[in-house]
C-alpha cells in the first residue's frame, strides 16, 4: 500500500507529539509515528480536520438555493479547514423545505472532489417559536412526525433545533432522540424548567447558545442557566460578536464539551455587500452581518478564524482545536473524524505558528486552495 507522510507537530489522541503522519491510499491515516513534543514553536501544527454542525452558506451561495449550492458552500469552508459540516437550513414553507432538503440528499450521497464531505442536514425550524425568530423568516410551524418523518425520507437529518415550549414538541423529542437525531433546544422563549424538561426527555444540545433564547438572571434562569447548570453539549459561536468573551468563558466553564459552529451565511469569504439568507437580504459590513433592523444574522465567521479568536481570549490550542473537531464529532457519535488516530479519516489541517491555513486533506485529499 502506499503512503504519504506529513511531519510536524500532531494533536493526536495521545497529546501532542513531533513527528510523522502516514496517510493510506484510501484517505484514511495508517500510522501515526511520533515523540512527546519538547516544546517550543514548530515549524507547523498538524491538527484534525475541523467539523462545523451549523453552515448556511458561503462564498456568495445559500444552503436555500438547492441545487448545487451546498457543494459550492463545501468547497468554500474546506479552503478554511473545515473538512466536514451540516448543511443547515432556514425555516421555510413545507414545498420549499422538501425542495431544498431533496437537493441536498443528493448531495450528501458522495464527496465532491476539492470540498468539505457533507455529514447530513441540520434542519433549523420551522418548529421554533414565532416570538423568537431572531433572523429566521417568519414561516414557523408547530412539528408533526408525519411531516418530519417525509423530511427525513428525502436527506440524512442530524440535528434538529426547536423551541420545547410549543405543544407537542416534547412527543417530538423523545421520538427524534430515541432515532438517534440531536435533538437541540433553540429560538425558544422557554423557561429554565421548559429546557430541564426538555433535556429530561432526551433533548442533546442547544442552537447557538446565548442567541435567540431567554437570558439568565438569577430569579429566572432562562434557556441560558438550563444550558449552563446542565448542558453536556452546546453550539456557540465564537465570532466575538454574537458572544461576548466573558459569557463565553461562562459557557466554556459550565458545559464540559461546548463546541463551536459558525452559522455562517453566504457572506463567508466574501466582501462586503447584500447576499441572501433564506428568503432574507442581508447586509455584510464591519465583520458580521445583519439584517435591516440591525438584527445579527448569521456570521461570516470561518473555522480557521474560530481557532484563532478561542486562542486570542485564552484557550490554549490543543482545547480550542478540540472545541472544533473532537467535540462536534462526539456529539453526532462519528468515531472516525474529528481526530488524529490510526484508522480514522485523513481530515487534517496544516496550519503555520501564527495559525495560518497552509494545507488542508479531506479523506486524504490535498486540496488546491488557492483554487478553491
Not at 459558525?262 to 452581518?289: F, I, N, R, W
Amino acid at each position: 500500500m502506499n503512503t504519504r507522510v506529513l511531519q510536524g507537530r500532531m494533536l493526536s489522541t495521545a497529546g501532542w507529539l513531533d513527528g510523522e503522519l502516514h496517510l493510506d491510499d484510501n484517505g484514511r491515516i495508517a500510522a501515526i509515528d511520533g515523540r512527546l513534543a519538547a516544546g517550543g514553536e514548530p515549524a507547523r501544527y498538524l491538527l484534525p480536520g475541523f467539523i462545523d454542525l451549523h453552515v448556511h452558506g458561503g462564498g456568495g451561495v445559500d444552503i436555500m438555493e438547492a441545487g448545487d449550492a451546498a457543494s459550492h458552500v463545501a468547497r468554500t469552508h474546506a479552503r478554511f479547514g473545515t473538512t466536514s459540516l451540516l448543511a443547515t437550513t432556514m425555516t421555510a414553507p413545507r414545498a420549499e423545505l422538501a425542495r431544498v432538503l431533496a437537493a441536498l440528499g443528493k448531495v450528501a450521497q458522495a464527496r465532491t472532489a476539492g470540498s468539505a464531505r457533507i455529514l447530513g442536514v441540520h434542519l433549523e425550524g420551522p418548529y421554533i417559536n414565532p416570538g423568537k425568530l431572531g433572523a429566521q423568516p417568519d414561516d414557523a410551524v408547530a412539528a408533526v412526525m408525519s411531516e418530519i418523518d417525509y423530511y427525513r425520507s428525502l436527506a440524512p437529518l442530524k440535528v434538529l433545533t426547536l423551541a420545547p415550549e410549543i405543544a407537542g414538541h416534547h412527543e417530538v423529542i423523545r421520538r427524534l432522540s430515541e432515532d438517534g437525531i440531536r435533538v437541540q433546544i433553540g429560538h425558544s422563549l422557554g423557561s429554565y424548567e421548559d429546557g430541564v424538561a426538555a433535556l429530561q426527555e432526551g433533548a442533546s444540545g442547544f442552537t447557538h447558545l446565548f442567541n435567540a433564547m431567554t437570558g439568565l438572571h438569577h430569579r429566572a434562569p432562562g434557556m441560558v442557566g438550563a444550558a449552563l447548570a446542565h448542558a453536556e453539549y452546546a453550539e456557540l459561536i465564537p465570532d466575538l460578536l454574537h458572544v461576548h468573551p466573558g459569557a463565553m468563558h461562562a459557557a466554556l466553564r459550565a458545559i464540559p464539551r461546548l463546541y463551536c459552529v459558525t452559522d455562517s451565511t453566504a457572506a463567508a469569504g466574501m466582501p462586503d455587500g447584500e447576499y441572501q439568507l433564506g428568503s432574507h437580504t442581508v447586509t455584510k459590513c464591519m465583520g458580521g452581518v445583519r439584517l435591516a433592523d440591525g438584527t445579527l444574522a448569521g456570521s461570516t465567521l470561518t473555522m480557521d478564524q474560530a481557532l484563532r479568536n478561542l486562542v486570542q481570549i485564552g484557550l490554549p490550542l490543543a482545547q480550542a482545536c478540540n472545541r472544533l473537531s473532537l467535540y462536534p464529532a462526539d456529539y453526532l457519535g462519528v468515531t472516525d473524524r474529528g481526530r488524529l488516530a490510526s484508522g480514522a479519516w485523513g481530515d487534517i489541517v496544516v496550519l503555520d505558528p501564527q495559525l495560518a491555513v497552509q494545507q488542508v486533506f479531506v479523506e486524504g485529499e490535498c486540496l488546491e486552495l488557492a483554487n478553491a
